[in-house]
């Protein structure tokens, strides 16, 4: 049998024995780019993995005041918020013994954010890009949210103070509300620098009058001091030593009335027992709602109605609501934990326009008096004519 060659191996097929083609030669240029990209490829791995001198808001989880603690409204927290009330040792979030107390329908829920950054903790180039471009989110320096050379101790410890005295105020606030006596202990502890007082007071001293009006609660000095011009002076009637003194006091402003630049350590009497347990929330800014809780318990009327109110300001003895922090990213939780109502400080209005979610009707309120009759106003379906931010 014979093969015809050109099937075995045609013409124009290279045999074993040939030159292979020379390779083109490498240019320079190329060599570069290489480089160039390798080195960029290098540059913005380390640079993404950098800490950056930013803190980051967003967003954090929400607390019904009038179900139990820890029951997290978030969406990640639900089921383990649903069991935690089904718990036969989960505990009320705002607690009211020595009175009596009534069912309430619907939610007064307290608002959080989350801070990223800032002491113990480091924001990376990738996480500041994407709070750039979140409308939740907001990026700013660390300095302009936690103090300089501040630990995470002494961060969590200031924190957890302010939460305890905005207890306290929200207690003495509601109390008042509903027509209760609330005596107080109004002892000095220190008198600012600079002050009218400075000099005049001394540690220790028990405030028991202002130009001759008994001070027996902590709403009556501040009632006094309404009435005084920011620079007068006032009569200071202290105990010191167990006696009786008169003390000359030039006032200064603080808060939108007139000061006396003391420091006081009040110590309250209260008619009924409160108990708040936050858990792990810290800060002043709670304070509206804790009130807003109590008083809606101790009330026989259900003046939610089933509604949910989400909300935040800090409270003052004397039922003033306060301006606070993060209130854009506190909207937005608000909405995710299915709020239709939002109880805004007064003083926080500017940051309120424009960053209110669809679906959520925003309320301003400047007292507790004001936020009450919100929510007595939103159970009762006549809310049209509630005063808002825009």
Same mark, same amino acid.
């Given at each position: 049998?014979?093969f015809?060659r050109?099937?075995?191996?045609?013409?124009d *097929?290279?045999?074993?024995d040939a030159?292979?083609?020379?390779a083109?030669?490498?240019?320079r240029?190329?060599?570069?780019?290489?480089?160039s990209?390798l080195?960029? +490829?290098l540059l913005a791995a380390?640079?993404?993995v950098?800490?950056?001198p &930013?803190?980051?808001? *967003?967003?954090?989880?929400?607390?019904d005041t009038?179900?139990?603690e820890g029951?997290s409204?978030t969406?990640?927290?639900?089921?383990a918020g649903?069991? +935690?009330?089904?718990? *036969?040792t989960?505990?009320?979030l705002v607690?009211?013994?020595?009175?009596?107390?009534?069912?309430?329908?619907?939610?007064?829920?307290?608002?959080?954010v989350s !801070? &990223?950054g800032?002491p113990?903790?480091d924001v990376?180039p990738g996480? !500041?890009?994407?709070g750039?471009?979140? #409308?939740e989110?907001?990026v700013?320096?660390v300095e302009?949210?936690f103090? /300089?050379?501040?630990?995470?101790?002494?961060q969590?410890q200031v924190?957890e @103070?302010?939460m305890?005295?905005s207890?306290e105020s929200?207690t003495v606030?509601?109390l008042t509300?509903?027509? &209760?006596?609330v005596? =107080?202990?109004?002892t000095? !502890?220190?008198?600012?620098?600079g002050?009218?007082?400075e000099g005049?007071?001394e540690?220790g #001293?028990?405030?028991v009058?202002?130009d001759g009006e008994?001070v027996t609660t902590?709403?009556d000095l501040?009632?006094?001091?309404?009435?005084?011009?920011?620079?007068?002076?006032?009569?200071?009637?202290v105990?010191? #030593?167990?006696e009786r003194?008169?003390?000359? !006091?030039?006032?200064?402003e603080?808060d939108g009335r007139a000061?006396?630049?003391?420091?006081?350590?009040?110590? &309250?009497?209260?008619?009924?027992d409160?108990t708040?347990?936050p858990?792990?929330?810290?800060?002043?800014s709670a304070?509206?709602?804790?009130?807003?809780?109590?008083i809606t318990k101790m009330? /026989?009327e259900d003046e939610l109605?089933? @509604?949910?109110?989400?909300g935040t300001g800090?409270?003052?003895?004397?039922g003033?609501?306060g301006a606070?922090?993060g209130?854009?990213?506190k909207?937005?939780? =608000?909405?995710r934990d299915g709020?239709d109502?939002f109880? +805004?400080?007064?003083?926080?209005c500017?940051?309120?326009?424009g960053h209110v979610? /669809?679906?959520?009707r925003?309320?301003?309120?400047?007292t507790?008096?004001?936020?009450r009759?919100?929510?007595?106003?939103?159970?009762?379906?006549d =809310?049209a004519?509630?005063p808002?931010?825009?």
């Open positions: 049998m014979t015809d050109d099937i075995l191996a045609p013409d *097929a290279p045999t074993p030159d292979p083609a020379p083109a030669p490498v240019s240029r190329s060599v570069t780019l290489g480089i990209l080195t960029t +490829a380390v640079l993404l950098l800490p950056t &930013y803190a980051i808001r *967003a967003p954090g989880p929400t607390e009038l179900g139990v029951q409204g969406q990640a927290d639900g089921a649903a069991e +935690a009330g089904q718990s *036969a989960a505990l009320p607690e009211v013994e020595g009175a009596s107390t009534f069912d309430v329908s619907g939610e007064l829920r307290l608002t959080t !801070v &990223y800032g113990g903790s990376l996480d !500041v890009l994407w750039w471009a979140s #409308d989110r907001s700013q320096p302009s949210i103090p /300089e050379q501040t630990s995470q101790e002494e969590q924190s @103070a302010q305890a005295s207890e929200a606030a509601a509300e509903l027509g &209760y006596e005596p =107080a202990t109004l000095i !502890v220190g008198a600012a620098e002050s009218g007082a005049v007071v540690a #001293d028990v405030v009058s202002l008994p902590h709403q501040l009632a006094g001091l309404d009435a005084v011009t920011p620079g007068d002076d006032v009569e200071l009637g105990e010191r #030593d167990g003194v008169d003390l000359t !006091v030039t006032t200064g603080g000061a006396l630049g003391v420091f006081l350590d009040p110590s &309250y009497e209260f008619p009924v409160v708040i347990r858990g792990d929330i810290g800060g002043p304070g509206t709602m804790f009130a807003l809780a109590i009330t /026989e109605d089933g @509604a949910v109110v989400a800090t409270m003052s003895v004397d003033k609501v606070i922090g209130i854009e990213q909207l937005f939780g =608000a909405t709020a109502w109880l +805004a400080p007064e003083s926080n500017d940051q309120v326009v979610p /669809e679906g959520l925003v309320v301003k309120v400047a507790l008096a004001d936020a009759s919100a929510i007595e106003a939103i159970g009762a379906g =809310a004519g509630l808002t931010c825009s």
